[in-house]
């Protein structure tokens, strides 16, 4: 019997390099079986959303209200995903891609073992922001970037796919970055791939891939 389609909300607040991964593995059929929903921002210029409606991707903007709690923003964030079709009790995935906003502990409940990030670095190092600066200034001569599902401690979660980066003698921040994020556009997506196929298996704390 055929698997029921998995509706991925993509939350991004920048550039959108790692949710164009995603919704171009959907386009050509590197992932089956998903359907990417929405992309939702915080941001009114984030590139991520007039890149997703290039492609045909539905967008919602959910700007912060002055004065409003993490918890009451998490809440829209939470109706609008379930307007588009991301619902907890639906198959949900939800993919951080540069979403710069730390997700309240009841909101992380509620897509559980649900909701994927992308981090630029090997983690458990360099956790939080500017990974590729603090992995350079360590003196670190392997870096990488890693795919973690999102527990409510950041950048903490069980770790999905990793990929190592050579650091080249001479790199500054904008060479590393760049060479990080060529990888980042490759495992995003199998991460999410493996995910949709139903091969990775939480149990205590670690992913069992299949
Ligand atoms: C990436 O480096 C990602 O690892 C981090 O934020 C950056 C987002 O870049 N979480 P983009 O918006 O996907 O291009």
Known sequence: MARAPVHVGILASGRGSNALALIRAVERGYITG???DVLLSDKPDARALSMAEEHGVRTRLLEPASGQTREEYDARLLSALEECGVAP???PLVALAGFMR??????????????MNIHPSLLPAFPGLRAQE????????????TVHFVVPDVDAGPIIVQKAVLVREGDDLDALSARILRQEHRIY??????YVEGRLRLQGGRVAVG
């Open 34 to 36: 998903a359907v990417i």
């Open 89 to 91: 009790g639906k198959n």
């Open 102 to 115: 730390i997700l309240s502990p009841s909101f992380v409940g509620r897509f559980s073992g649900r909701m």
């Open 134 to 145: 603090q992995a350079l200034k360590r003196g670190v001569k392997v870096a990488g970037c």
């Open 189 to 194: 997506p199998l991460a999410v791939k493996l």
